[in-house]
């Protein structure tokens, strides 16, 4: 077993295309990192540098004390399950799962002790003399990590193993796949694009954007401390809600100007965000997110009035769109830091909205219908602060 290191690795494609800029990244030995991000923003090249199948513009590899840059992907001790994972449809599950034992010339014994012992793991054990298409999808996608596992690799390399699988069956392969790499505790790299299972599988997540990285952390602090717009809009869903306001000293303490309306900083919030305090007169970009948004238990200082303009019944929770009156929206610039887009241009449809419309989760058993206006609370110790310019967390850090 190893630790992998990614350092200032790059890609640029001979077209130009740079696909992967000032890569730092470190998987400790065991350790699961998962790397998501929106379509084509390099997630799946960078996997594809440390598996060895494409070459590494600059920077290095590490696996374990070894660089791997100019090393073959079979030199690499490394085992790949990718999304399009081709099992041998004429060869049995037993056959699938010792293929690569014996390339590998592993004594017969050896073979049938480790297939029948990844079989026991991934549940398998019934199915070791049906074919691929005798197997159901989840099935079939837990041979490839058989294969992939008898093989005891340094390190595991996924690429979106789960999207040809149908949601049902992605929750509970998710659930799977941290439990089987636990298991083995071998280092492992997984890549997606889905949020939800980056959160789920990963004892640390990777956020990247547009080729570069944008934050590492546990998904926890992903999600409570969101290093930029981005990440913050990223992850969480329905997303975090973006307004601007203005900042004011009131009395004591900060507060904000929404439009028509004030609402106050909390303390909480101050201490969370330190550089607020300089930024009385000028403007920043605030977060809450939905789940924090309420209709009681706030006090009047921490309400925002507004419009509700759609309400959908989730079952377990509603959802309410609600305008905020005088609120101003995202301006283009902004948006495009927060959103999947590189260009400004690209998201005039997004905030041609003057007022800013937030999401609010509430409880369902609470009557609401579009057309009413009502008074949302604000949690406490629930805003965040972002540089409208850069996009940044005001964090003081
Ligand atoms: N062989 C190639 N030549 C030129 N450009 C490429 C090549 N392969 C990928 N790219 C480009 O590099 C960028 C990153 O691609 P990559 O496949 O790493 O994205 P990704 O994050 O895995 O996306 P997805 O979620 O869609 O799989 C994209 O802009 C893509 O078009
Ligand atoms: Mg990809």
Redesign the pocket.
């Known amino acids: 077993m190893a630790e992998v290191v990614l350092t200032d690795v790059e890609k640029v494609?001979?077209?130009g295309?740079r696909?992967?800029t000032d890569l730092n990244l470190r998987i400790d030995d065991g350790h699961l990192l998962v790397v998501v991000?929106?379509?084509?923003?390099?997630?799946?090249?960078?996997l594809r540098m440390v598996a060895g199948l494409e070459e590494i513009t600059s920077g290095t590899v590490h696996i374990g004390d070894r660089v791997v840059n100019k090393l073959e992907p079979g030199e690499r001790d490394v085992a790949m399950v990718f999304q399009n994972y081709a099992l041998y449809p004429h060869m049995t599950v037993y056959g699938n799962i010792n293929f690569p034992l014996r390339l590998a010339r592993v004594p017969k014994e050896a073979r049938d002790r480790k297939v029948r012992e990844a079989a026991r793991v991934l549940g398998l054990e019934n199915h070791l003399k049906r074919k691929p298409p005798q197997l159901s999808g989840g099935q079939r996608q837990r041979v490839a990590m058989g294969r992939a596992i008898v093989r005891e690799p340094a390190v595991f390399l996924m690429?979106?193993p789960l999207s040809n699988l149908d949601a049902k069956l992605r929750v509970q392969m998710r659930a799977e796949i941290s439990a089987i790499q636990r298991r083995f505790g071998v280092t492992t790299l997984y890549?997606t694009?889905d949020q939800v299972e980056a959160m789920t599988i990963g004892d640390r997540v990777a956020v990247?954007r547009n080729?570069r990285l944008q934050q590492v952390d546990d998904p926890q602090t992903i999600y409570d401390r969101p290093a930029n717009l981005f990440v913050a809009s990223f992850v969480g869903s329905p997303p975090m809600n973006l307004f601007r306001a203005a900042v004011e000293r009131t009395g004591d303490g900060i507060g904000l100007v929404v439009g028509e309306q004030r609402l106050d900083v909390d303390e909480q919030e101050l201490a969370a965000h330190p550089p607020l305090g300089s930024r009385a007169g000028a403007m920043v970009v605030v977060g809450v997110r939905p789940e924090r948004l309420g209709t009681s238990d706030a006090p009047p200082q921490r309400r925002l009035r507004g419009g509700v303009v759609l309400c959908e019944a989730l079952g377990s929770d509603s959802l309410a769109y609600v305008m905020v009156k005088g609120s101003l929206a995202l301006d283009d610039a902004q948006s495009s830091l927060a959103n999947d887009v590189e260009d400004a241009a690209e998201v005039e449809e997004l905030s041609r909205e003057t007022q800013a419309t937030v999401i609010a989760r509430l409880d369902p058993r609470i009557p609401m219908s579009a057309g009413e206006s009502i008074e949302i609370g604000v949690g406490a110790g629930s805003l965040y602060f972002f540089d409208p310019d850069t996009g940044l967390a005001l964090t003081g850090e």
């Open positions: 494609y001979p077209d295309t696909a992967v991000g929106p379509s084509g923003c390099g997630k799946t090249t960078a690429d979106e890549v694009h990247m080729s």
